[in-house]
């Protein structure tokens, strides 16, 4: 990886102190592979990201790709510390992926953070923008494929981008948990980002017990029908886990592959490496 990485303004513990993950169910493991970036976004807005580096022990090869993960709720990586994307980081790093984790931007940060309309914007995407270009240069030699991940309201994020970004940047997008019906006033669907302009492969991942009422896994098949011009399009369904400890479009239940995070994993990593094998 370029030197430009191991230069990042915080190192490990620091960094997760400074986002005030505390011990308890909802917090991730501190990880010494946890560092923060602040890009520029937008003119005066800078993105503060975490990113994820392999384990040397777990991986030590040059990095095969990168992947931008979008985790729920209002966006904010404080606010959302037990998100499936977050507990899974360190799973995706070790399998040879430099992972970013962007954190709501500095003019987003407090009262809505990404909440509403902005998962949909031009703004978001053009923040994102900084985060995929940044990664892109941390390959050996050549720009990294990128992909990104979004789970529940992260996947209206990872589906803007996708679409904003287009193929030259982004290697494919993946939906998990996607919400596709709002019934949260002020909030919005996958629906309301451009779809039809999604031109990168694309997974729809559901887990068939989710019961939260925004993410009926009966909708995925009408979410797949809204990719018109995805190239191709890939589903998986998920099963089992452990009974809930949170409501049931929260993080620690079926919404949030609660009980199941090696299975989901898994899934991600077999359908990133078949576009990667693809493009060989």
């Known amino acids: 990886m370029k030197q430009a990485l191991s230069h990042c303004r915080i190192a490990s513990i ?11 169910p909802w917090a991730p493991p501190v990880q010494a592979a ?26 030590s090869g040059p ?29 995706l790093a070790d399998a040879g992926f430099l992972v970013a984790l962007p954190d709501a931007p500095s ?17 978001q ?16 030699g050549q720009p990294l494929p990128v992909f990104v991940i979004g789970t529940s309201r992260g996947s209206t994020s990872a589906a803007n981008v996708a679409a904003r970004l287009g193929p030259d940047l982004i290697t494919g997008a993946g939906l998990t948990s996607t919400v596709t019906q ?46 018109t011009a995805a190239p191709k399009i890939e589903t998986k369904t998920l099963s089992g886990g452990l009974p809930p400890r949170s409501a049931s479009c929260d993080a ?10 090696g299975e989901a994993t898994a899934a991600l990593l077999a359908w ?7 493009r060989q």
């Not at 620690?252 to 995070?261: D, N, P, S, T, V």
């Open 14 to 24: 620091l960094a997760v102190l400074a986002f005030g993950w505390s011990a308890g």
């Open 34 to 59: 946890d560092r923060e970036e602040t890009l520029p976004g937008r003119p005066d807005v800078t993105q503060r990201t975490i990113v994820v580096t392999p384990d040397p022990a777990k991986f």
């Open 63 to 91: 990095l095969r790709a990168a992947v931008l993960l979008y985790v729920g709720g209002n966006g904010s990586l404080k606010e959302t510390r037990g998100n499936f994307l977050m507990r899974i980081r360190q799973r």
């Open 107 to 123: 003019d987003r940060v407090g009262g809505s953070n990404m909440n509403g309309s902005f998962r949909a914007s031009q703004a």
């Open 125 to 140: 995407a053009r923040d994102a923008q900084a985060v995929v270009e940044f990664l892109k240069k941390q390959g050996d």
């Open 182 to 227: 709002n019934s949260v006033k002020g909030q919005i669907s996958v629906y309301e980002t451009p779809l039809k302009d999604i031109r990168v492969p694309t997974l729809v991942m559901w887990h068939q017990d989710d019961a939260c009422k925004e993410t009926p896994p009966e909708r995925a098949a009408e979410l797949t029908k809204a990719l």
């Open 252 to 261: 620690l239940a079926a919404h949030g592959y609660y009980g199941i995070e």
């Open 272 to 278: 990133m490496d078949g576009l990667l094998a693809a």
